[in-house]
């Protein structure tokens, strides 16, 4: 995931930057005025905005998913709802998973993998937290009006609320009580086609990816 993601960010890039014209122009007439507008009122008033950037994000997601209909755009969409969860889960942890499962991706590549982690969020959600879309979904927001379009993966990945949110989802799996359960179900729960062929993932695998996983957790 290197060089300009796709994702609400651009949108709210270009929010912040007509935010902070708008509040330039009428500070300067604030003060051309003598200070009939007050500029700490002002000032407060950009504070309110910038966070209602973050708590009304339907509003940019709604802007994004026009832009990109009328644009045509027909890439991945990496910070949507449905995917965002997929998203974390292969930025934080592809490196094990890598190491995990180098025989499927030898064979059949990086959508392996990408696969792989699709299914993995579809059990997290199914699972261990319905709302983790959501979760991310609030702390993309506000990484997201942070950085704007400068935003990268890796500040996304690794803010402290992304992490926290793959702690939560993941801490049952990879918990020692859960040790013996775990790999077996999540084998089964992750199991997808590609290329028209059904994957096959082991009790195994899985007990070694979760493995590489434990370390990873600790915030």
């Known amino acids: 995931m290197t ?9 709210a890039g270009m929010a912040r930057s007509t935010i902070e ?4 122009l009428l500070n300067a007439k604030c003060i051309a005025e003598g200070g ?4 700490h009122h002002l000032k407060r008033a950009k504070i309110d905005i910038f966070s209602g950037l973050t708590s009304d994000f339907n509003f940019i997601e709604t802007a994004h998913k026009h832009c990109m209909s009328v644009s045509n755009a027909i890439g991945p969409h990496i910070f949507s709802r449905n995917e965002i969860l997929a998203t974390a889960l292969y930025a934080a942890f592809a490196e094990p998973a890598s190491q ?3 025989v ?5 590549g990086p959508r392996w993998l990408q696969g792989f ?3 993995f969020a579809e059990y997290v959600k199914s699972n261990i937290c319905p709302t983790a879309s959501e979760q991310l979904i609030s702390a993309y927001a506000a990484i997201a009006v942070k950085y704007g379009t400068a935003m990268t993966i890796t500040d996304f990945v690794s803010d402290h609320s992304v992490r926290n949110v793959l702690q939560y989802c993941l801490k049952p799996l990879v918990d020692a009580g859960a040790a013996e359960q775990a790999p077996a179900i999540l084998a089964e729960g992750v199991q997808f086609e590609i290329y028209n062929k059904t994957t096959t993932i082991t009790a195994d695998q899985i007990r070694g990816f979760l493995a590489l996983l434990r370390p990873l957790l600790i915030l």
Not at 21 to 24: E, K, T
Not at 104 to 108: D, F, G, I, N, V
């Open 3 to 11: 060089g300009v993601l796709p994702g609400e960010h651009h949108c």
């Open 100 to 102: 995990v499962f180098n």
């Open 36 to 39: 009939v507008l007050s500029s």
């Open 21 to 24: 014209h708008v509040f330039q």
């Open 117 to 119: 982690f699709a299914k």
């Open 104 to 108: 499927e991706l030898r064979c059949l």
